[in-house]
T-cell receptor, first 114, second 112 residues
Framework: KAGVTQTPRYLIKTRGQQVTLSCSPI?????VSWYQQTPGQGLQFLFE???????NKGNFPGRFSGRQFSNSRSEMNVSTLELGDSALYLC????FGEGNSPLHFGNGTRLTVT | QKEVEQNSGPLSVPEGAIASLNCTYS??????FFWYRQYSGKSPELIMF????GDKEDGRFTAQLNKASQYVSLLIRDSQPSDSATYLC????????????FGSGTRLQVQP
């Protein structure tokens, strides 16, 4: 069974730009969660999608948004990039989501904002 | 108090020893507990999950859960240098957030 696939692996953007990250979950998984990982803050929950609906959201500004498609693939978007948005963005899929089933992480997208 | 707390380490153990990693959490009503391993530059990898009080064993790994004391631990028997990584504890806290909250991780070093 293929794992969670994230693209691209690396991104370099300039302050003020926007970026879109993509995630394909494990086949059959309907829940997709996004996390931001930084050395200072660790893994921080961004949001979770299930059946094309955002079901849960973390404490991030509105510049961070996402969506899920009918095939469970998900994208997240960050607008008006700031230097502090530099991080590893991890997508994870699970069977049921909402923290009740194990998360399976993709390899992540490392975003650098200059 | 952090919601999910781990000692950052590094925890250094000799090869072949038992490594004991601990995690405490803030909400007594939490129901789901997970351990992840993360190698430097890689993404977290699920090791084990536990939902009920007591021990759960999987190969060289044992997860221990004590809900009354609000801690969960991971034991690694016969530690190998390849076990050297950061171990992340994740808890589905009973806060209504309905998402896993991760600790900051404990860095384990297994000395050959």
């Amino acid at each position: 069974k293929a794992g969670v696939t994230q693209t691209p692996r690396y991104l370099i953007k300039t302050r003020g730009q926007q970026v879109t990250l993509s995630c394909s979950p494990i086949s059959g998984h309907r829940s997709v969660s996004w996390y931001q990982q930084t050395p200072g803050q660790g893994l921080q929950f961004l949001f979770e999608y299930f059946s094309e609906t955002q079901r849960n959201k973390g404490n991030f500004p509105g510049r961070f948004s996402g969506r899920q498609f009918s095939n469970s693939r998900s994208e997240m978007n960050v607008s008006t990039l700031e230097l502090g948005d530099s991080a590893l963005y991890l997508c994870a899929s699970s069977s049921f989501g909402e923290g009740n089933s194990p998360l399976h992480f993709g390899n992540g997208t490392r975003l650098t904002v200059t | 108090q952090k919601e999910v707390e781990q000692n950052s380490g590094p925890l250094s153990v000799p090869e072949g020893a038992i490594a004991s990693l601990n995690c405490t959490y803030s909400d007594r009503g939490s129901q789901s507990f997970f351990w992840y391993r993360q190698y430097s530059g890689k993404s977290p990898e699920l090791i084990m999950f536990i939902y009920s009080n007591g021990d759960k064993e999987d190969g060289r790994f044992t997860a221990q859960l004590n809900k009354a004391s609000q801690y969960v631990s991971l034991l690694i028997r016969d530690s190998q240098p390849s076990d050297s990584a950061t171990y992340l504890c994740a808890v589905n806290l009973d806060t209504g957030r309905r998402a896993l909250t991760f600790g900051s991780g404990t860095r384990l070093q297994v000395q050959p």
